[in-house]
């Protein structure tokens, strides 16, 4: 599948740049899928207003490949996100593995009628460049694909400024999640954008959630033999995004809204640094983000749109002195959530 082939107006809309949340596990007691939930948190993110879904990610735990949940992940999301609305929503399948996996991964997410794959390359933490970027192409023949830099905290590869050159010349690349939770990195992948000529067609989406809404705003600059290219994060695809959406899409269009402005509001600029302190609680950056998938399902859970915090691998949970860091964040920051509009529509999406 080329993007060529993606419905004009989902391809639109990833160009132009959406909120695309990380979509949760929702689990029961006993670590099994709890349908009922799964299904509430996808028709929450809708009716908040995302442009799409990415399922099968980080955030959805990449265990579900172990124990047989991909493909009926996948499917119950879009199912139920196409059963809920009629609107266009850019669905994204998160592709993991060797090469063999990735492609097996992305016939399915492409035979489920998901529209690009983001694809992890932890499984090539000891690959050279040069068999990355054969690894990338080789999934490519397979469906339109999201780059994804990683940071290395949570299992990602360093790579370099040509890696991402190389990258962006593959022509089924649509878009890429830069997420290193680093400013130097974050410029090798404009760079190497850039340098391929590809801004043009490849999206760039933040994921760095220590860095959301400056991302979101700021202008990037890039210098190549004394010519200026200016250029803009149009999206985000971020696990932040899973918790109080409704919120998050609010201030991605303030920040749509003051990108090509002369002047960006100080208030606005202020609000990226109380994100990041909420994100620093529900992503455990004080335990290395060992708590970061059951953060987030913390806060789903107070809400109701999941019962518990549950992940597939027993031993991952909330850190030590978590739990105290987001009742903080939630009591400072209770502006920042959704949790009226969660209780006005959670019975519906419960139903």
């Not at 419905?7 to 132009?16: F, G, M, T």
């Not at 689990?27 to 929450?44: K, M, P």
């Not at 302190?277 to 789903?300: K, M, P, R, T």
């Amino acid at each position: 599948m080329h993007h060529s082939e993606i419905n004009s107006e989902i391809r639109k809309l990833i160009a132009d740049g959406a909120v695309l949340p990380a979509h949760p596990l929702a689990l029961d007691a006993n670590r099994a899928l709890d349908r009922t939930h799964q299904r509430a948190l996808t028709r929450y993110y809708v009716d908040a207003g995302a442009g799409g879904l990415a399922v099968g990610v980080h955030t959805t735990q990449f265990a579900i490949r172990e124990v047989g949940l991909y493909r009926p992940v996948l499917e119950l999301a879009a199912e139920t996100a196409a059963n809920w609305t009629k609107r266009p929503l850019a669905m994204v399948a998160g592709l993991a593995g060797p090469t063999q996996q990735a492609i097996s991964e992305a016939r399915t997410a492409r035979d489920i009628g998901y529209h690009a794959g983001l694809l992890s390359l932890a499984a090539m933490k000891t690959a050279s460049e040069d068999d990355i970027i054969a690894h990338c192409q080789a999934v490519a023949r397979e469906i339109p694909l999201v780059g994804f830099y990683l940071q290395p905290a949570v299992g990602g590869v360093v790579l370099s400024a040509d890696f991402w050159r190389r990258f962006a010349a593959i022509d089924n690349v649509i878009a890429i999640k830069i997420a290193p939770f680093n400013r130097y990195r974050t410029l090798d992948v404009l760079r190497g954008v850039a340098a391929a000529g590809a801004l043009d067609r490849v999206a760039l989406y933040t994921g760095n959630d220590d860095h959301i809404l400056l991302d979101l705003t700021l202008p990037f600059d890039l210098r190549e033999n004394g010519v200026t290219t200016r250029t803009y994060f149009k999206g985000g695809l971020l696990g932040h995004w899973s918790v109080w959406t409704q919120t998050a899409i609010r201030q991605f269009e303030m920040c749509k809204v003051a990108r090509h402005k002369d002047t960006v509001p100080a208030d606005l600029l202020a609000l990226d640094a109380r994100v990041t302190d909420c994100n620093s609680a529900f992503f455990d950056v004080a335990n290395n983000f060992h708590g970061c998938i059951a953060g987030c399902h913390e806060i789903l859970r107070r809400q109701g749109l999941l019962e518990g915090i549950w992940c597939l691998d027993p031993n991952e949970g909330l850190s030590p002195g978590q739990m105290q860091e987001i009742d903080r964040v939630c009591r400072e920051h209770a502006d920042l959530s959704d949790d009226a509009f969660v209780a006005a529509n959670l019975q519906k999406w419960l139903a």
